[in-house]
């Protein structure tokens, strides 16, 4: 069993930065593949970061050279640093584990949640 806690949401104006972090129990952390996924107001859940145990990451298109995930293996912690936000960047982020190596971008393929954290981006 992995429970996941995350924090470092908040009000930002456009442009800003923020840091989230995913707190991991379990000894097996880092052998899961990790996720950040976003979930706004009256859409569907979205992927945003992932992260391999090795260190590869992925990252959908709206984020990229914006976002950055990273992961402390010693620490069992996921990062995701946020910079230049955008209004649109506006939701309830959540961290995610998946017992397997591979990074995928589908919410069903994912067996542990946080209970989200809200960002919300002003203009």
């Known amino acids: 069993q992995v429970q996941l806690v995350e924090s470092g949401g908040g009000l930002v104006q456009a442009g800003g930065s923020l840091r989230l972090s995913c707190a991991a129990s379990?000894?097996?952390?880092?052998?899961?593949?990790m996720g950040w996924f976003r979930q706004a107001p009256g859409k569907e859940r979205e992927f945003v970061a992932g992260?391999?145990?090795?260190?590869?990451?992925y990252y959908a298109e709206p984020v990229k050279g914006r976002f950055s995930i990273s992961r402390d293996n010693a620490k069992n912690t996921v990062y995701l640093q946020m910079n230049s936000l955008k209004p649109e960047d506006t939701a309830v982020y959540y961290c995610?584990?998946?017992?397997?190596?591979?990074?995928?971008?589908?919410?069903?393929?994912?067996?542990?949640w946080g209970q989200g954290t809200q960002v919300t981006v002003s203009s």
């Open positions: 992260i391999r145990w090795s260190g590869s990451t």
């Open positions: 379990g000894r097996t952390f880092n052998s899961y593949a």
């Open positions: 995610a584990a998946r017992r397997a190596i591979v990074v995928v971008t589908n919410t069903r393929d994912y067996d542990y």
